[in-house]
């Protein structure tokens, strides 16, 4: 019997043909492999955001922080953001509650929230190896979306409240971010659009084989940044001077982590941040992501003259990133844009 859902063991069943056995040598490779430094707890850079609301002084002592974690660690944490516990938590409950509808409705659209099948990914559908398969499902939810969400339900009010301020935030982030590289304000008001920004629920459900797959394989994200929550279950891990990082989980805190965009656009000064999630082997777990994206139409370019990576528009990008994985299974990014 399929013990889980979404139904992996069942639908990937080739993959898990001839899985190294949980026994002896192979255990151990697999151990290293997957390695993280988690034998004492990283200083993670940690931002308190009040401070922007302060003196100028403070105020940009706080935007210098903001920059120099985007340039050293293409992520930091943030606290005193804007979206109070409460708007967290309800999220965290909705989410729960999606992802309870029975499996075939996930596939074929929830018709409560207007889902579309297209809203729906589980697994990693061109995965032709285990170390390519995501132990994970999610639903991406464009803002255009959200907005037009009709009827005054839990679930619609909670997405609106919640997305109102983390796009705000994300907005506000990328313009501190932007003002540090010397650039005039406006380019992501002026460029980053509902239609492609989006919302990204994740859940992770408990995998019996663990060390063996990833709740999510390593990657960095399309866009221009990200803010994630992640509930108190941990997994999350940030690549670092060649290292596998724990993010462990602190309440309240978001999580902000530079994308490909920002890394192009700023001539590699801010670099995408390599991460994934490692699967557990007890506890299912949920994060919510927010993208920030341009319009598919918008030309990436180094705003400071010249560039490692020749011109591309976003959606070239999307296209690009789409072929790659079906071709190899995973994502190649900006070294496929590279001048
Ligand atoms: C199989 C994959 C799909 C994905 C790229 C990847 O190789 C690994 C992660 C996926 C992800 C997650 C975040 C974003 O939604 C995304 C666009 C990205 O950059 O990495 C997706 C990719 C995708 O759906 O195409
Ligand atoms: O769930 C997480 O912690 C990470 C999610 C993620 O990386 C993504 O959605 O791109
Ligand atoms: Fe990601």
Redesign the pocket.
Known sequence: MEPSDPPFLTFYKKLFDNIPSTKGNDIEALHEANECDDQFEHELPLIDLSCLNQDGFRSEECKREIAEAAQQWGFFQVVNHGVSSEILENMRCEQVKAFKKPFQEKVNGIREFDFLAGNYRWGTPSATCLRQLAW?E?FHVPLTHISTMGGDTSFSTTMKQYTKIVSNLAEKLAEILAEKLGQKPGFFKENCVPSTCYI?M?R?PFCPISPQVF??VP?T?SDFL?I?H?DHVG??ELLRNGKWIA?NPKQGTL?V?IGDLFQAWSNDVYKSVE?R?VANKHFE?H?V?Y?LCPSYETVIESCGGSSTYRRFSFGEFREQVQDDVKRFGHKVGLPRFVL
Request: aromatic share 8%; net charge positive; no cysteine.
């Open positions: 994970s999610a990204r994740s992770y709740g999510l990657h994200d990200t994630l992640q997994g999350l993010v999580l982590m991460h999630v777990r994060s992501a993208f």
